[in-house]
């Protein structure tokens, strides 16, 4: 059975499927933490509008900027 197999191919095959699989969980990290920083800015907005503290929650939400912008740079379509 080892006839059967293109051991010539399968390698490079394997490579593709994992960049594409490597792909597709970068731009599912960048809708997340697009959605969570969305997210995020309106609570933020509208507990400042309500007089409360939002210190810690803009500083947790500058730590989400920052994983952004770290996935952005490292997204292979952003070279």
Not at 5 to 24: F, H, T, V, Y
Not at 57 to 63: D, N, P, V
Request: aromatic share 8%.
């Amino acid at each position: 059975m080892r006839g059967s197999i293109d051991s010539k191919r399968q390698p490079i095959q394997m490579l593709q499927r994992s960049e594409d699989r490597s792909a597709n969980i970068d731009a599912e990290l960048l809708e997340t933490l697009e959605s969570r920083l969305a997210d995020g800015y309106t609570r933020i907005e509208a507990a400042r509008q309500l007089g409360q503290d939002v210190t810690a929650w803009e500083a947790f939400w500058i730590q989400l900027l920052h994983q952004y912008e770290a996935a952005v740079d490292d997204f292979p379509e952003a070279a």
